[in-house]
C-alpha cells in the first residue's frame, strides 16, 4: 500500500499476492486495474475473482472519484427451467449452476421473451467501454468497466507530456511539471550536429553553384526570360491545417475489448493502414464521423484541415 503522502485521495493503488494491481472503491470493494490512461482520465477494472456480474449488482459510485463514462442497462434473468441453448444465449457462467442458467440482455425483445420464462433478478447500469453502443441480446458482462475522474484534472497536462503531480505533499493542489524525456548527453549532441550540419551545408554549396553556373550559361545564350524563370521561383499556394483548440475538440474514444465501432465495417486507419487494437485510442471527426488513430489525425489535421477519406472541409473552426 502506497503511503497517504503518496499520491491523490481515491487513487490507492496496491499489489497482490499474484502481483495484480488493485484499488479499493469506498462503496463497492476491491477491483483488479487492468489500464490507466492519464491523457483522457479513464480507468478499466475488473473483479479479482473473476465474476464481474455479481459485482455490478451492487456497484456504487457515491463515495469515489471515479464515474462510468458510458452506462448501458441491463436486465439479468435467472432461467431455472427454461432451454437456453436453443436460443444462441451467452449465459453468465460464474452465477449459473447445475440447474439454474443466469443471463443478462439490454435489448427489449429479448427481455420480453426471458421475463415471460425465466425469473428477474435485477436491472443495473454497466459501465461499458464504447459510447456508441446497440443493443445485445445477451452478454456475459466480462469486458473490464470504463470509468473516467473528474479531479484532479491531469488530462491535457499528461496529453502534452508532462508530468501532473502535487505541489505540496499531503495536500489536493498539483501543478504541471516539464520534463526532459529525450535529453542526450552534450557530447551526443555535438556529434548529431557535425554528422548532420556538415554534409547539409556542403550541399547547399552545390546546389547554389549549380544554380549560379546554369544561370551564368543561359545569360552567355541570350536568353533573360529563362534567366528569369530560373531564379524566380513561381508562387506556391499553401493550404492551413487546424489549430490545437480545434483538433482537441474533436471526440477522442480508447477502444475496448469487446472493439465496437460506431461503423464496424471501417476497422482500419486510413492513414497509417494499420487495424484498430484494444486499448488504442481513436479521434473521430464530428461532421463525418470518420474515425482514426488518436496520433494519425492529429498529425494531418495540423497541416490539412479535410477528413483524410471524404475530403469535406470542417463546417465550423477556430480561425
Not at 490507466?36 to 455479481?54: F, G, V
Not at 554549396?205 to 552567355?220: D, E, M, N, T
Not at 482537441?248 to 487494437?277: A, M
Not at 481513436?282 to 461532421?287: G, M
Request: proline letters at 8%; hydrophobic letters at 35%.
Amino acid at each position: 500500500m502506497q503511503p497517504s503522502s503518496c499520491g491523490y485521495p481515491g487513487f490507492d493503488l496496491f499489489c497482490d499476492a499474484f502481483n495484480q494491481t488493485l484499488i479499493d472503491l469506498p462503496n463497492s470493494g476491491r477491483f483488479t486495474v487492468q489500464s490507466i490512461d492519464y491523457a483522457t482520465q479513464n480507468i478499466w477494472l475488473n473483479d479479482p475473482d473473476h465474476c464481474l456480474p455479481r459485482r455490478l449488482l451492487q456497484l456504487n459510485f457515491s463515495d469515489s472519484p471515479f464515474n462510468g463514462l458510458f452506462n448501458q442497462d441491463f436486465t439479468l434473468f435467472n432461467c431455472s427451467s427454461f432451454d437456453y441453448t436453443g436460443y444462441k444465449y451467452d449465459p453468465i457462467g460464474c452465477m449459473s449452476g447445475e440447474n439454474y442458467t443466469v443471463v443478462a440482455s439490454s435489448a427489449e425483445t429479448a427481455i420480453r421473451f426471458l421475463a415471460s420464462r425465466c425469473s428477474l433478478i435485477a436491472t443495473v447500469a454497466v459501465p461499458v467501454q464504447w459510447q456508441f453502443f446497440a443493443p445485445v441480446m445477451t452478454s456475459d458482462l466480462a469486458d473490464d468497466m470504463r470509468l473516467g475522474w473528474n479531479s484532479p484534472r491531469c488530462g491535457r497536462c499528461e496529453s502534452r507530456e508532462r508530468r501532473c503531480g502535487l505541489r505540496i505533499a499531503n495536500s489536493t493542489e498539483i501543478e504541471c511539471i516539464n520534463v526532459d524525456r529525450h535529453v542526450l548527453p552534450r557530447p551526443a549532441r555535438y556529434a548529431i550536429i557535425i554528422g548532420v550540419g556538415l554534409p547539409a551545408f556542403l550541399f547547399l554549396i552545390g546546389f547554389l553553384y549549380f544554380l549560379w553556373s546554369r544561370v551564368q550559361s543561359y545569360r552567355r545564350r541570350g536568353h533573360p526570360m529563362m534567366e528569369l524563370s530560373m531564379v524566380v521561383a513561381p508562387r506556391s499556394t499553401t493550404i492551413s491545417g487546424l489549430d490545437e483548440p480545434t483538433i482537441d475538440s474533436y471526440p477522442k474514444t480508447i477502444l475496448g475489448e469487446s472493439f465496437r465501432l460506431p461503423k464496424p465495417e471501417n476497422n482500419v486507419c486510413s492513414i497509417c493502414l494499420s487495424e484498430y487494437k484494444p486499448k488504442e485510442t481513436l479521434r473521430s471527426i464530428p461532421d463525418c464521423q470518420h474515425c482514426f488513430h488518436a496520433e494519425c489525425i492529429d498529425e494531418w489535421l495540423r497541416l490539412n484541415p479535410l477528413c483524410p477519406v471524404c475530403r469535406n472541409p470542417p463546417k465550423s473552426s477556430h480561425p
